[in-house]
């Protein structure tokens, strides 16, 4: 396991993606919930004020969940570009010694 990591043959991207996914959207539902509760206090000076702030945030983390998805797939087409490419040339010349 040790050697394929160091090798670089295989790439462990695809699966750092999905953990940096996850992250990002624990980050985000954090943003969230912070955003929610800071409009909660709005509204003690301002009713209209609080309440825009908390639909700004829904609208927001609707908007980043979308986004961030967008992001992450980008990077894991790259990563299987990578192994489709490879394949393509192992397939080309021949199973590698």
Same mark, same amino acid.
């Given at each position: 396991?040790?050697?394929?990591?160091?090798?670089?043959?295989?790439?462990?991207?695809?699966?750092?993606?999905?953990?940096?996914?996850?992250? +990002? $959207?624990?980050? *985000?539902?954090?943003?969230? /919930?912070? =955003? %929610?509760? !800071?409009? #909660?206090?709005?509204?003690? &000076?301002?009713?209209?004020? +609080? $309440?825009?702030? *908390?639909?700004?945030?829904? /609208?927001? =983390? %609707?908007? !980043?969940? #979308?986004?961030?998805?967008? &992001?992450?797939?980008?990077?894991? $087409?790259?990563?299987?570009?990578?192994?489709?490419?490879?394949?393509?040339?192992?397939?080309?010349?021949?199973?590698?010694?």
């Amino acid at each position: 396991m040790l050697n394929q990591f160091l090798s670089f043959e295989k790439l462990i991207g695809s699966k750092l993606v999905v953990i940096v996914y996850w992250v +990002g $959207l624990v980050g *985000i539902a954090l943003g969230t /919930i912070a =955003a %929610v509760l !800071g409009g #909660l206090g709005a509204m003690g &000076v301002s009713f209209f004020g +609080g $309440l825009g702030a *908390i639909i700004f945030a829904l /609208i927001g =983390a %609707v908007v !980043g969940v #979308l986004f961030w998805r967008f &992001v992450c797939e980008m990077y894991l $087409l790259l990563f299987r570009m990578a192994d489709d490419v490879r394949d393509i040339k192992t397939m080309k010349s021949g199973p590698l010694a």
